[in-house]
């Protein structure tokens, strides 16, 4: 067991953690970020990001985050690419154990990000990035006059699909069960909407395609009946998981399990204790968001070690 003591500790490498390290690093506290053996995020798990400004082409998601990396690493941002198991908030300084660290800390940054949950299908992680996607926002575009099919019934799958027909010429919405659990007034949008289609009652069983998709399997729950439904891409919208496993019993979480910001800005429910990205944010999730609030985080961060007289 080794142990060490800092000023900060940032726990995950996605775009709200290492945008809080560029800030971390260079306001001279000296962060340590603790990456997990799947570093990166969710970015890791796309492929042409076109949203991220300052890349005007575009940009690889993997590519993107290994310069986020570098540009912190560029600042003295310290890695320990380590999964933690376990955090002790409760007393000062806060205590992380990853591997067989002990990592001491004035004050931490989390940003552990969320998971979008996903079918389990065959066909879906492969073809994940080349028509599969969980991101209507981030790969809508990619879908001009294309046929899409989307899984979900709630407020996400109702939003995705009425915003994915102002690119594609028709979205099939598959539902497991014979009524939404969105709300009213996005049922109603959606069901307005002639480029949407319904099929209720039904799950994907597989997503075929060569290289990208080209069809999905579709079986009727009630009668198991199976047809293939012609598409050039899927999107999952079944709901996320936030990955806040570490912190169910010291922080407060909201009924979907994200973690609460307390106040104003990104402080959490124990005071020293920010919080920033996807494990907070159910309503944006997007990688520039998330920067922006690992920007924010830093800098509450960095105001209450100031506070507290250890900002030197
Ligand atoms: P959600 O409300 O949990 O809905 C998930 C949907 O996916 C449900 O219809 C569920 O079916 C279905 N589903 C779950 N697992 C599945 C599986 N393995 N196979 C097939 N279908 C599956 O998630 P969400 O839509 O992402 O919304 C999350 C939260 O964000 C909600 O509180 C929502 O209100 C909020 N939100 C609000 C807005 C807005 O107000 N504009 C927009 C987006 C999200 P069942 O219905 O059968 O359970």
Request: aromatic share 8%.
């Amino acid at each position: 067991m080794s142990e060490r003591d800092k000023k900060i500790v940032i726990i995950g490498s996605g775009p709200a953690g290492l945008t809080a390290a560029v800030y971390a690093a260079r306001a001279n506290l000296d962060p340590l970020l603790i990456e997990g053996f799947e570093a990166g995020g969710q970015l890791m798990l796309t492929t042409e990001v076109e949203n991220y400004p300052g890349f005007v082409d575009g940009i690889m998601g993997p590519a993107l985050m290994e310069q986020m990396r570098k540009q912190a690493a560029r600042f003295g941002t310290e890695y320990l690419t380590q999964n933690v198991t376990s955090v002790d908030l409760s007393e000062r300084p806060f205590r992380i154990n990853a591997g067989d660290e002990v990592i001491t800390a004035a004050t931490v940054v989390v940003a552990t990000g969320a998971q979008a949950k996903m079918l389990e299908v065959p066909g879906e992680r492969e073809l994940l990035g080349h028509g599969v996607s969980t991101c209507a926002t981030c790969d809508g575009f990619f879908f001009r006059d294309k046929e899409l099919a989307i899984v979900g019934g709630g407020d996400s799958a109702m939003e995705e699909a009425t915003f994915l027909t102002k690119f594609a010429s028709k979205v099939t919405v598959v539902h497991r069960r014979g009524s939404l659990r969105a709300s009213k007034i996005l049922q109603e949008r959606a069901f307005e909407n002639p480029k949407i289609d319904f099929v209720w009652d039904s799950t994907i069983t597989r997503i075929s395609g060569n290289g990208k998709v080209d069809a999905v399997h579709v079986r009727n729950l009630k009668n198991q009946q199976e047809h293939d439904l012609s598409v050039d891409g899927v999107f999952v919208a079944i709901g996320h998981i936030p990955n806040t496993h570490l912190f169910s019993h010291s922080l407060e979480l909201n009924q979907g399990g994200y973690i609460v910001a307390t106040g104003d800005g990104t402080q959490t429910s124990v005071e020293g204790v920010f919080a920033a990205g996807d494990v907070v944010d159910f309503r944006y999730r997007q990688a520039i968001t998330a920067a922006g609030m690992g920007c924010m985080a830093a800098i509450d961060a960095e105001r209450y070690l100031d506070g507290i007289g250890m900002s030197h």
